[in-house]
């Protein structure tokens, strides 16, 4: 039986094969070709896209990350990623409705962990094709993410203190809605920070 998530899914595919052939296709996505099928990284492991579905780490998903994927699949366009000037997800026109739902679960989420994802942000940043974040962001360390090719997340931490507790704020890459819509981009980034605490330590 179909889910809402793999109706919605397929029809986004239907519109995104209906595009081809295009020349810049791998350029839009990020992405290499075989023949229909389109590869790249996708939330820290081996994306497909193929006229029949979308895999991750070669098993069909037909969740919300599938519906991301293709929803950036859809929208994705030939302009480059940009990453600064870092924005806010409240900077983002008509956020306001969403910005608690981002706040909770892509932020504060990560807020009890953060002294674990400082010892294994490494890792963490190997499995996202990540990089350190850039100069003069503020914070006791940074990392910047890639959950998508084009769209790019900079993690922001405080370590906790005798004054202040810890803290974990989520940035977006200058012109992420370029390709993703902004209920979209909320959704990225929650499902990267989950991806993070399951890089950790079970202790953690």
């Known amino acids: 039986m179909s889910t809402n998530y ?9 519109v995104f094969y209906a595009q081809l052939p295009r020349e810049d296709v791998e350029t ?9 099928v389109f590869g790249f990284r996708a939330f820290g492991v081996d994306c497909r896209i193929s006229p029949n ?3 991750l780490s070669g098993e069909t998903v037909v969740d ?3 519906l991301l994927i293709s929803l950036y699949a859809v929208h994705s366009g030939p302009d480059q990623l940009q990453i ?9 026109p008509g956020s306001m409705p969403y910005q608690g739902a981002f706040s909770a679960n892509s932020e504060r989420i990560l807020v009890s962990h953060v002294p674990w994802i400082r010892e294994k942000q490494e890792n963490i940043k190997t499995t996202f094709d990540g990089l350190d974040g850039p100069p003069g962001v503020s914070g006791d360390f940074s990392f910047i993410l890639f959950p998508l090719p084009k769209i790019a997340l900079c993690y922001i931490f405080y370590l906790p203190d005798d004054e202040f507790p810890a803290s ?5 890459s200058a012109n992420a809605l ?3 819509p902004l209920d ?6 929650e499902y990267t920070s989950r991806k993070i605490i399951e890089r950790l330590p079970a202790e953690s």
């Open 168 to 172: 974990a704020t989520c940035l977006f």
């Open 6 to 14: 793999e109706k919605i899914i397929h029809e986004n595919l239907s």
């Open 84 to 92: 600064e000037p870092l924005k806010a997800f409240k900077d983002f």
């Open 64 to 66: 919300p990350k599938g």
């Open 184 to 189: 979209g981009l909320a959704d990225v980034a």
């Open 178 to 180: 370029s390709f993703m």
């Open 28 to 36: 839009c996505l990020g992405a290499e070709s075989k023949g229909d």
């Open 53 to 55: 579905g979308i895999t």
